[in-house]
């Protein structure tokens, strides 16, 4: 809806149209990879689908009252497609217009993700991949913008207790060898965490409430979310 006030809020719909294509980016262009193109095709239509999205205006077209914006945003990328030669790549790499800049190390991280994820998925499970990037790039979106928030005072402390947060580590490590580590006591850790794992929840929450209509929508959103990264490590 923010994308869409181009004329009346050109600023808020920039940012928000920015936002929209680095958070999509992976999700879109994994679904692309398991419908079975290679790197820099993939790489090219998910490009011309934003380019797409962004000249007809077709992100003005999602209603929060008629269903997820990622399952319209998924459905719109399975008929851009379906259609993709006739239009001949007319916006192959952006063409003319003024698209997102997304630098190279975002889209090897959109191919990691993948080869991570989805290495030899069958086609099937096209629809699994688009959703298990969904989820990862939520995440990644949450963990940045709390990162941004800690200040280069607090940078190498995140990174620390950061492992708390994702559960990346496993066992994670224990509070009193980090306390000998980072010469702080355990209870100021945890006390830190604690608060990390808060100001997180709010931001995920954050994260999904861009995209749906009311709380119980974000909370549904949510145990989707968590359901799909637990299923995948099942």
Not at 77 to 106: C, P, T
Request: proline share 3%.
């Amino acid at each position: 809806m923010a994308a869409g006030r181009s004329e009346a809020e050109p600023e808020l719909a920039d940012a928000a149209l920015t936002d929209l294509c680095r958070t999509y980016w992976a999700p879109l262009y994994s679904f692309v990879r398991s419908r079975g193109y290679n790197v820099h095709d993939a790489q090219d239509l998910t490009q011309s689908f934003f380019a797409f999205l962004i000249g007809e205006r077709i992100y003005t077209r999602a209603e929060r009252t008629r269903g997820k914006f990622r399952s319209f945003l998924l459905a719109s990328l399975k008929n851009f497609l379906g259609h993709a030669y006739e239009r001949e790549r007319a916006a192959k790499r952006g063409g003319s217009f003024d698209f997102v800049n997304l630098d190279e190390a975002r889209m090897e991280a959109a191919e990691s993700l993948f080869q991570t994820h989805f290495p030899g998925k069958e086609t099937s499970q096209e629809d699994r991949v688009f959703e298990r990037s969904w989820a990862e790039a939520v995440v990644v979106a949450g963990l940045e913008r709390l990162s941004a928030e800690q200040g280069e005072g607090k940078a190498e402390l995140f990174g620390r207790l950061k492992v708390f947060l994702t559960g990346s580590v496993n066992p994670l490590p224990t509070y009193d060898d980090l306390s000998v580590q980072l010469d702080l006591p355990a209870s100021t850790l945890r006390s830190h965490v604690s608060r990390l794992r808060s100001r997180y929840r709010e931001l995920l929450r954050e994260e999904v409430r861009r995209t749906v209509n009311t709380d119980a929508e974000v909370d549904e959103e949510l145990r989707e979310l968590f359901r799909v990264l637990v299923e995948e490590q099942t």
